[in-house]
């Protein structure tokens, strides 16, 4: 940084800002604001209007888009992008889905409110007297300039608005199509004869602002075009004895968050290879539960043991008839709330595990950030086309049905899975719902082998006997099989399901297995059939257990009793 600053001189029409003339103009400023917000209680002032859905359908009149980043500084330059950013994902909450009544004024600063740190704003890149500065809600004329220029274009009608005084290089104010704000008295203020409705929405690199309605005629503002001065900041002014003066690190990384819940062995080695020395862990707990005890602790941590804490009471408490599905997406909503108060806006790229996934689509955390999601389990989409399939062939199941997720958890979990910029998993199943080259295969982890050998007529079933596991299917196979079946985990459809055919529910293993089964319709980790091939046994499953080929492992279709008797059959030879 001091080789760039080096070669820049400082600019002989630029005076070094002052402390005393920030205080004149702060004292301005307030007095500014007294008079703006005595104009405001008068009975015709704006209103704040609501978010609406009649103009959902209507035509698209414009639509803005302008980059989030820049890359010409370091460290500090990109805290202060990315604190930017933060401000327009927290201003964008008053104006995404607004609808604006025919003649009805629409307040900049009415929709988006003070901006405060309470309220999610924190400091960004700011033009204030010919400088970036960094404050707080900084950066927040990126959204005035689109709302403006996407108002130009739709035809409406522009009731206030100023320009900026100075101009930032490659910004709207180049082409006179700029709005500055400062709360409250800066204000941009539109209005129109027909209703409209604002759509905004940060992507990873863009802010994107759409206006749609059904407007007359094009608009007869005549947009400014008076040329200020160039904008000045730290990285190009040259005046290093200024009291606004902050050195910058060109060479700084860029930190990423990981916002985890259960570990496994798979992800688990993700973080230690991928994670750097400025990445977070988000994690539900250290110190209640045990899902989230085996991530490995390489880099700085933040826990949610509330959140962690909530959750294990509520799975305690589950009462008869009350689905888990339902109390695991509670659980999760709450984990991805306590995450999204401890982000910081210098996390502008997350690894996300996929229950959390669409809960902080739904908030909006995830504007304006790249994110890549870790997944462990099928898309909520794809497992319910697979269970309602399911359920078709076994109508008299009574788990088929339990794990369900509303529409909304669905849409949002399809909507953010679009968007991600990678998902990563080691379930070959789960990865084939996807087109070639959007998911990175990450190979299941070397397992612990079963303490068994192979030998005698005993198969381990490596589940609880419910439907979605395979049971109908190992069930019907079992029809002239001379073989002992041993349940690994507690769990059937119904008290009588096995009938007269004997099976054991395991206490321990025994000192030999024949081979380990599991026919899943449904499988999110097979982490005994990964022991079992570990240790040599033949293992019998479908392509749902989302293992690849390989040596020991005979693939079988799900809901196959026929294909799954004569891979057993096969096994005992």
């Known amino acids: ?62 639509t803005i888009r302008s980059p989030l980043w820049t890359t010409r500084g370091g460290a500090k330059d990109r805290a202060l992008n990315a604190g930017k950013i933060q401000n327009l994902r927290a201003a964008i909450a008053g104006l995404d889905g607004i609808e604006v009544a025919a003649g009805e004024v629409l307040s900049f600063w009415k929709q988006v409110g003070k901006p405060l740190r309470r309220r999610g704003f924190v400091e960004g890149r700011e033009l204030r007297e010919g400088c970036m500065i960094a404050t707080v809600g900084g950066g927040l004329c990126q959204l005035s300039n689109a709302l403006h220029e996407a108002a130009l274009d739709a035809g409406l009608q522009v009731v206030e608005r100023h320009a900026h005084t100075r101009i930032v ?38 802010l994107e602002l759409t206006i749609r309605g059904k407007i007359a005629t094009p608009s007869l503002s005549v947009p400014d075009f008076s040329i200020g001065l160039t904008a000045h900041d730290c990285l190009t002014c040259g005046q290093v004895s200024c009291h606004r003066h902050d050195p910058d690190d060109i060479e700084a990384g860029t930190p990423t968050a990981w916002l985890v819940d259960g570990a496994s062995p798979e992800f688990g080695a993700l973080l230690s290879d991928r994670a750097g020395r400025e990445d977070m862990l988000m994690l539900p707990s250290r110190r209640i539960g045990r899902a989230a005890r085996g991530w490995p602790a390489v880099i700085a941590e933040r826990t949610a043991d509330l959140a962690a804490l909530r959750r294990s009471l509520a799975l305690r408490s589950i009462g008869p008839g009350t689905p888990r599905a339902r109390a695991l997406i509670e659980a999760d909503e709450r984990l991805a709330a306590a995450y999204a108060r401890k982000l910081d806006a210098t996390h502008t790229h ?18 304006g950030r790249s994110f890549e999601v870790m997944l462990d389990r099928l898309p909520i989409d794809a497992m319910h086309h697979v269970l309602d399939a399911a359920r078709d062939l076994y109508p008299e199941s009574s788990t088929l049905g339990d794990f369900r997720a509303p529409e909304a958890i669905a849409a949002a979990e399809r ?3 679009g968007e991600a910029v990678r998902l ?5 199943s789960v990865a084939a719902c996807f087109p070639p080259g959007r998911v990175q295969v990450h190979d299941w982890q070397p397992a612990k082998p079963l303490p068994v050998r192979r030998g005698g007529k005993t198969f381990l079933f490596a589940g609880p006997a419910l439907a979605r596991k395979g049971a109908y299917a190992m069930r019907d196979a079992m029809a002239g099989l001379e073989i002992d079946l041993l349940i690994e985990r507690p769990g059937e459809e119904c008290p009588d399901f096995w009938h007269r ?19 899943a319709i449904v499988e999110h980790r097979p982490a005994t059939l990964l022991r079992a091939l570990a240790a040599g046994l033949p293992v019998i499953a479908t ?31």
Not at 424 to 428: A, F, G, L, M, V
Not at 553 to 572: E, F, N, S, Y
């Open 1 to 62: 940084m001091s080789d760039r600053l080096a070669n820049v001189t400082a600019l002989p029409d630029r005076a070094v800002p002052t402390r005393i003339g920030n205080l004149v103009f702060e004292t301005k400023a307030a007095l500014l604001r007294l008079r703006r917000a005595s104009a405001d209680l008068s009975l015709n002032a704006p209103k704040r209007h609501r978010r609406g859905t009649m103009l959902t359908s209507a035509p698209v009149l414009a």
């Open 501 to 519: 055919i004997d099976v054991r529910k395991m206490q321990s293993l025994p000192e030999e297995l024949a081979g380990v089964l599991l026919p």
């Open 415 to 417: 909507e953010a899975l």
């Open 543 to 573: 392509e749902a257990c989302g293992l690849p080929p390989q040596p020991g492992l005979t693939l079988i279709p799900p809901c196959d009793p026929l294909a799954l008797r004569t891979a057993v059959a096969a096994a005992m030879v």
């Open 350 to 367: 997350l690894i996300v595990a996929q229950p959390l996934l669409p809960h902080l689509w739904r908030r909006g955390v995830l504007q």
């Open 169 to 206: 290089p490659g910004s709207r104010a180049e082409a006179g199509r700029d709005a500055t704000v400062f709360w409250n008295y800066l204000d941009f203020r539109v209005r129109s004869s027909r209703p409209f409705r604002i759509e905004a929405r940060l992507t990873a690199d863009e």
């Open 424 to 428: 990563i998993t080691p379930h070959r």
